[in-house]
């Protein structure tokens, strides 16, 4: 098996983009990472409560703030290395369950 080598990713300037857009095409663009945003706020929200619950509740307001600071690291991240520009990053609720059920476990464990 020969490996290849790696072609480096097509390079897209956030700055050259944001100036080739129009009045029209920035507001609707300013409308959509507001709705998205918002959107991450509730999904983030509810995943920390998912985690946060139980035992840990009363951890919940600082679970909260990490959560969403962690998507505010992951959605800054992803948009400024991303070589596609229309890109969202969101923390899966997958992983943010099974972390409940971890939590959940090790809370037990320390009141027992």
Not at 85 to 93: E, K, M, N, S, T
Request: aromatic residues 4%; glycine residues 8%.
């Amino acid at each position: 098996m020969s490996s290849s080598p790696a072609r480096p990713l097509p390079s897209i300037s956030l700055i050259s983009s944001l100036k080739n857009l129009s009045g029209k095409e920035l507001a609707s663009s300013l409308v959509a990472g507001v709705v998205v945003g918002i959107l991450v706020i509730f999904v983030e929200v509810s995943l920390a409560a998912m985690v946060f619950s139980g035992n840990l509740e009363h951890g919940l307001p600082q679970g909260i703030g990490l959560f969403l600071v962690g998507a505010l690291i992951l959605g800054l991240y992803t948009t400024i290395t991303s070589s596609i520009v229309p890109v969202i990053a969101l923390g899966q609720d997958s992983p943010a369950a099974l972390l409940a059920v971890i939590a959940a476990a090790i809370a037990a464990t320390l009141t027992a």
